[in-house]
């Protein structure tokens, strides 16, 4: 799915706060890619584990 964000962790005496930041992309939320079975797994025999 298309669409950026972060989580920016600011550690401090008053504990953990978390933020997350969206990026405004009108195709947010688009499929990006699609792949069948037989398609994922070409993928992963081609690039093998840790790639």
């Given at each position: 799915m298309r669409g950026a964000s972060?989580?920016?962790d600011q550690l401090g005496a008053h504990g953990p706060l978390f933020h997350?930041?969206?990026a405004r992309?009108?195709?947010?939320g688009e499929t990006v890619y699609e792949l069948d079975e037989?398609?994922?797994?070409y993928v992963i025999d081609?690039?093998?584990p840790g790639a």
């Open positions: 972060a989580t920016l997350t930041l969206h992309d009108p195709q947010a037989q398609q994922l797994r081609e690039l093998g």
